[in-house]
């Protein structure tokens, strides 16, 4: 867009220009957060899991001097944190679906599609059909252990195809990077563990995700309110956004 402008061929119009910045918003900001978000919200309920994680991060940093930055490489190492992810991303998607428009007359199962129509695609209808992934409602990172058994298009968070999400590996590093730090430095629990998950969901979308966090080493008291206000305040906003419409 800054190209076209200093070119003085710029032609977008004020829709395009909105629609351009809610997908900055809600694609580039929100999806990440939904995704980080619960994360820490099955690893509340899962020590195990989080006690891998936790050892392949320490690995990780235990290579690097105490204030050296993670490398492209650091982050391609991550990949049992990843495999958490994607399991966090199968069974809560951020986005839960997308549409499509057909560009011609097609027939799918005996369903006629006219030129035009929009298409939704629900990621939630593959990704806990008991068919593709065995046990669907368990969370099991495990599943992931052999991706080439998931059918095509089957696992799709990022969509797929030729207008599959441009900033999939952005947000894996975003993601696998807040984690890094999040589970070397604290541990948290839920405050309303003992509530039905229907209650705990309605909570979260409201109220925002309840957890007592705390430090694994000391820290100064200042930065651990601030810590925790930040963490608390990206929950809250991005479940939030999450309800808006």
């Known amino acids: 867009m800054l190209s076209l402008r200093s070119e003085g061929v710029h032609s977008l119009t004020v829709e395009d220009i909105v629609d351009n910045a809610m997908v900055l918003l809600i694609a580039g900001y929100e999806t990440s957060c939904v995704l980080i978000t619960f994360l820490l919200r099955y690893l509340a309920d899962e020590p195990d899991i989080l006690g891998r994680i936790t050892e392949e991060q320490e690995e990780i940093a235990r290579n690097k001097r105490p204030d050296e930055p993670l490398t492209w490489d650091d982050v391609s190492r991550m990949k049992y944190t990843w495999k958490v992810a994607m399991e966090t991303l199968r069974t809560v998607p951020p986005v839960?679906?997308?549409?499509?428009?057909?560009?011609?007359?097609?027939?799918?199962?005996?369903?006629?599609?006219?030129?035009?129509?929009?298409?939704?695609?629900?990621?939630?209808?593959?990704h806990l059909d008991e068919k593709i992934f065995d046990d669907p409602s368990?969370?099991?990172?495990?599943?992931?252990?052999?991706?080439?058994?998931?059918?095509?298009?089957?696992f799709v968070p990022f969509g797929g195809g030729p207008r599959m999400c441009p900033g999939n590996e952005f947000a894996r590093s975003e993601t696998l990077v807040a984690m890094h730090y999040l589970v070397r430095q604290f541990r948290w629990k839920l405050c309303c563990k003992d509530e039905g998950s229907g209650k705990i969901l309605l909570r979260c979308l409201f109220l925002?995700?309840?957890?007592?966090?705390?430090?694994?080493?000391?820290?100064?008291?200042?930065?651990l309110k601030l810590a925790h206000s930040l963490l608390c305040t990206a929950i809250r906003f991005s479940l939030l956004l999450s309800t808006d419409g």
Do not use: H
């Open 208 to 223: 925002g995700s309840q957890l007592n966090l705390r430090p694994e080493a000391p820290l100064n008291m200042l930065m």
């Open 96 to 126: 839960l679906g997308s549409f499509r428009t057909a560009i011609k007359d097609i027939e799918y199962k005996g369903y006629q599609i006219p030129k035009g129509w929009q298409v939704f695609t629900a990621q939630v209808v593959t």
């Open 138 to 154: 368990k969370f099991d990172p495990a599943r992931f252990d052999n991706q080439s058994s998931i059918p095509p298009y089957c």
